[in-house]
């Protein structure tokens, strides 16, 4: 970890993920690159069984996490039984193939 | 500001349509429109045509200029509108201001989609490219996991239950049972799909705590609707219904982003602006036409657009509020649920319904007495979403 960068405005403080070249809270134009820090706490999931084209698997579990430092974002979830406001611990991982490419995306794991 | 008038609805039966194009659809429902409002000969000014994908589902483009060309409405204005699953919406409200500014006098808004010309999985794909590229999509979420994240914590949050999500479907298929153009005519109970050992497997998980019944069908399908200033209704045979309001409103591209994930600030707002144009309450609604792509929707939509309180819609659905001898019947067509969702054509299609409802010609699922009708067209996971008020004069 970590390829996610999220920006955080530096008028406001706010963390945008993903960018926005307008903060969404103040509108300001100008961020400091920042990346997810600690562990992240599960916000919502769903076990998704009808997957798109393209990915090869019966059911997939993705989930909305919030890091410590407020970065918010969408990963995929490596654990057996979610609830919500569970700990996370996160790494980057291949999540998919596009266009014959792997693709890293945020995964996440129970947290120890 | 003119007045703009709808003076002629038409559509197709939505379902799955192998012997037509997105074009032969599209051309239909625009017939029966222009039949429907007796244009006879007279120029149309201006048309537009909502639809989504068709670039991707039938590697066509310049769909507005097909359909000029296939039904001779030379030198017509055309375009074509896109705006996820509410380009039938946005579509008509180009429509609408193309009338109400003067530039033009009569105009043919259609909307269509021909989702079943490529395979479950790639039309699932196709769909989740509104998803975020690098947030979203990347993940494999689709458009029933947004559902489903939104779903889990609106239950959370809001006491709906998998029972009233049911509800809603059985509803809905029951409404659609009644009404001939829909993609869906099959009673559904709760037995079947929720309560007997059978129900996993009538009804499985599609996306964790959705299930297929509580998803729309993959439909191909058009409508059509023909738009005028309010002044040039006494040159048709048909009674006026005027677009008394209308709003539009975005909100973030991801759920994540979003302060409330479970507030669709995007619904409240365009729904308000509708109301207020309109100058009515939404408990002067008699009818409305919501975006029910997930039984979910209609709830969450019901509330943000102001019929109920947050966390009340559930309740009204219990009490048979929103049944078509309901107080405020709630998708009479059966919805996207049983009436089918080919992308581009709903927004279409529930104006489409609206009129037939305040006309009177809604034959079975006829709301009495209706003159003021409300529709709701969400794009994206709410991100982009439309909405009209229609009344009777």
Redesign the interface.
Same mark, same amino acid.
């Given at each position: 970890m970590s390829e996610l960068v999220a920006c955080k405005c530096t008028n406001c403080g706010f963390v945008n993920y993903p960018k926005h070249d307008r903060c969404l809270n103040c509108r300001a134009r100008e961020f400091e690159e920042i990346t997810p820090s600690g562990e992240a706490t599960l916000i919502t999931y769903s076990e998704v069984c009808t997957l798109p084209w393209g990915i090869d698997e019966r059911c997939r579990m993705l989930g909305i996490v919030q890091f410590e430092n407020k970065v918010k974002a969408m990963g995929r979830l490596r654990v057996d039984k979610p609830r919500l406001g569970m700990r996370l611990k996160p790494s980057w991982e291949p999540v998919r193939v596009i266009g014959g490419e792997e693709v890293l995306g945020l995964t996440l794991r129970r947290a120890k | 500001m003119r007045k703009v008038a709808i003076i002629g609805v038409g559509m197709i039966p939505f379902g799955r349509r192998d012997e037509d194009s997105l074009v032969d659809m599209l051309s239909y429902a625009a017939l029966n429109a222009m039949d429907d409002a007796g244009v006879g000969e007279r120029p149309i000014d201006a048309v537009y045509v909502g639809n989504m994908g068709a670039g991707l589902f039938n590697h066509q483009s310049a769909v507005a200029s097909a359909l000029v060309d296939r039904l001779n409405l030379f030198p017509a204005a055309a375009d074509t509108v896109e705006n996820g699953p509410a380009s039938g919406g946005s579509a008509i409200k180009n429509g609408v201001l193309a009338v109400a500014s003067g530039h033009s006098d009569l105009v043919l808004v259609a909307g269509g989609e021909k989702m079943r010309e490529v395979i479950? @999985?790639?039309a699932?794909?196709i769909v989740?490219t509104m998803t975020?590229p690098? %947030?979203?999509y990347?993940?494999?979420?689709?458009l029933?996991?947004m559902a489903?994240?939104?779903?889990?914590?609106y239950m959370?949050e809001c006491g709906v239950t998998s029972e009233h999500l049911a509800r809603v479907a059985i509803k809905n298929h029951r409404n659609g049972l009644l009404n001939p153009y829909a993609h869906i005519h099959a009673l559904i109970t709760m037995e079947g799909i929720l309560k007997s050992p059978h129900a996993v497997v009538n009804n @499985?998980?599609? %996306?964790?705590?959705?299930r297929l019944y509580d998803c729309c069908p993959v439909s191909d399908g058009a409508a059509a609707c023909l738009l005028c200033p309010a002044e040039m209704v006494g040159e048709f045979g048909k009674p006026a219904i005027v677009v008394a309001g209308f709003g539009q409103a975005t909100d973030?591209?991801?759920?994540?982003?979003r302060e409330d @994930?479970t507030d669709l600030k995007a619904v409240r707002i365009a729904a308000q602006k509708a109301l207020e144009m309109a100058q009515l309450k939404p408990k002067d609604i008699d009818v409305a036409e919501l975006h029910d792509a997930f039984t979910i929707l209609e709830i969450a939509e019901s509330e943000h657009a102001g019929f109920f309180k947050k966390g009340a819609g559930a309740k009204a659905l219990d009490e048979g509020q929103t049944e078509i001898g309901g107080k405020l019947p709630i998708n009479p067509s059966g919805g996207l649920k049983a009436r089918g969702h080919p992308l581009g054509a709903t927004g279409v299609a529930q104006v489409v319904e609206l009129v037939w409802q305040l006309r009177g010609e809604a034959g079975e699922r006829q709301v009495k007495g209706a003159e003021k009708g409300f529709s709701l067209n969400f794009g994206g996971f709410g991100n982009n979403v439309v909405s009209f008020v229609l009344r009777r004069e």
């Open positions: - | 479950g @999985p790639r699932t794909d989740a975020h690098q %947030a979203e990347i993940y494999g979420a689709t029933p996991t489903g994240l939104f779903t889990r914590l959370k @499985p998980i599609v %996306a964790d705590p959705i973030t591209h991801t759920l994540q982003e @994930p």
